[in-house]
């Protein structure tokens, strides 16, 4: 059953636009993947010469809420809503580090640069993430 | 010039996140919950991101060299491996815990929100752990 009242159907396709427009600028001007869990463990420890890009980039990513609440009609803002715990928050994103370090990516780099590469390397690790999450939220939301 | 591109790509990539709805766990969570009311928004997000994506990939394969003149960093890592699949795994349930992967996480931080903040610190947590292991374990490897 669709969810049609939370659907965004131009918002999410203009956002996914802008993504797409990112990803390619960084591969065309800076020569390098736009994935974010690379980006930022590439920092843990910076090394010599490879850590000002990175810098730079994620600088322009923190910028963003302000930049967009700034640009936004006034009221479009929405708060986001979160239901997990504090501890839950935690469980996840230790999961999240360790995860898309081991298996070399997460949404960005797999999930966008590696498809629109046609990786077949990234679309095996999209599909697996992909699934994992679907099986999750099912377990999380339906069976407890 | 390059550091005021990198910046000026990290920030409409941020824009493109929180117009897409993926800062809102929630949101996440409803396209995550496929077997409940579906929200499939995120997939017109992933749709329009690789539509421009895959133009831009095809390009700079052509390519070799970056537009300020470096390298061009793609990846020759082609290996689907047991690493890549528990990676993948582990991240997507992280994922479907929480509704936050690394960039809207990070962006979420920035904008000072607590469960952004936390789930962060803990991302990081995660992803220095999994640096100390690479390390004890000292397995050569092949990166990205």
Request: charged share 10%; net charge positive.
């Given at each position: 059953m669709i969810d049609w009242a939370h659907f965004t159907p131009w918002a999410s396709l203009s956002g996914g636009v802008l993504i797409g427009v990112a990803s390619a600028l960084f591969i065309l001007l800076h020569g390098r993947i736009l994935g974010i869990s690379g980006i930022l463990g590439g920092l843990l420890p910076p090394k010599a010469n490879d850590a000002t890009w990175r810098i730079t980039f994620l600088l322009g990513l923190f910028a963003a809420p302000f930049v967009?609440?700034?640009?936004?009609?006034?009221?479009y803002m929405q708060m986001p809503r979160i239901d997990a715990s504090y501890t839950m928050l935690i469980v996840a994103g230790l999961m999240v580090g360790i995860g898309t370090r081991y298996g070399s990516g997460c949404t960005s780099g797999?999930?966008?640069?590696?498809l629109s590469r046609l990786s077949l390397r990234s679309l095996i690790a999209t599909g697996t993430f992909m699934v994992a999450g679907f099986a999750t939220v099912y377990i999380t939301r339906h069976l407890f | 010039m390059q550091r005021l591109s990198e910046f000026m790509v990290g920030l409409i990539f941020g824009v493109g996140l929180i117009l897409s709805g993926m800062t809102d766990p929630a949101k996440v969570i409803g396209f995550l919950d496929l077997f409940g009311k579906w929200d499939p928004s995120l997939a017109l997000v992933m749709g329009g991101a690789i539509a421009v994506g895959f133009f831009s990939f095809a390009l700079a394969k052509k390519r070799t060299v970056n537009f300020f003149g470096g390298a061009l960093?793609?990846?020759k890592n082609n290996h689907i491996d047991k690493r890549l699949i528990i990676g993948a795994l582990l991240f997507g349930a992280g994922w479907g815990i929480a509704?936050?992967?690394p960039g809207p996480a990070l962006v979420s931080m920035a904008s000072g929100q607590a469960e952004g903040i936390t789930f962060v610190a803990a991302m990081l947590v995660g992803m220095i752990i999994y640096e100390l292991a690479q390390r004890t374990i000292h397995k050569p490897r092949i990166t990205d």
């Amino acid at each position: 059953m669709i969810d049609w009242a939370h659907f965004t159907p131009w918002a999410s396709l203009s956002g996914g636009v802008l993504i797409g427009v990112a990803s390619a600028l960084f591969i065309l001007l800076h020569g390098r993947i736009l994935g974010i869990s690379g980006i930022l463990g590439g920092l843990l420890p910076p090394k010599a010469n490879d850590a000002t890009w990175r810098i730079t980039f994620l600088l322009g990513l923190f910028a963003a809420p302000f930049v967009f609440s700034a640009l936004a009609p006034a009221g479009y803002m929405q708060m986001p809503r979160i239901d997990a715990s504090y501890t839950m928050l935690i469980v996840a994103g230790l999961m999240v580090g360790i995860g898309t370090r081991y298996g070399s990516g997460c949404t960005s780099g797999h999930g966008v640069c590696g498809l629109s590469r046609l990786s077949l390397r990234s679309l095996i690790a999209t599909g697996t993430f992909m699934v994992a999450g679907f099986a999750t939220v099912y377990i999380t939301r339906h069976l407890f | 010039m390059q550091r005021l591109s990198e910046f000026m790509v990290g920030l409409i990539f941020g824009v493109g996140l929180i117009l897409s709805g993926m800062t809102d766990p929630a949101k996440v969570i409803g396209f995550l919950d496929l077997f409940g009311k579906w929200d499939p928004s995120l997939a017109l997000v992933m749709g329009g991101a690789i539509a421009v994506g895959f133009f831009s990939f095809a390009l700079a394969k052509k390519r070799t060299v970056n537009f300020f003149g470096g390298a061009l960093h793609l990846p020759k890592n082609n290996h689907i491996d047991k690493r890549l699949i528990i990676g993948a795994l582990l991240f997507g349930a992280g994922w479907g815990i929480a509704g936050y992967c690394p960039g809207p996480a990070l962006v979420s931080m920035a904008s000072g929100q607590a469960e952004g903040i936390t789930f962060v610190a803990a991302m990081l947590v995660g992803m220095i752990i999994y640096e100390l292991a690479q390390r004890t374990i000292h397995k050569p490897r092949i990166t990205d």
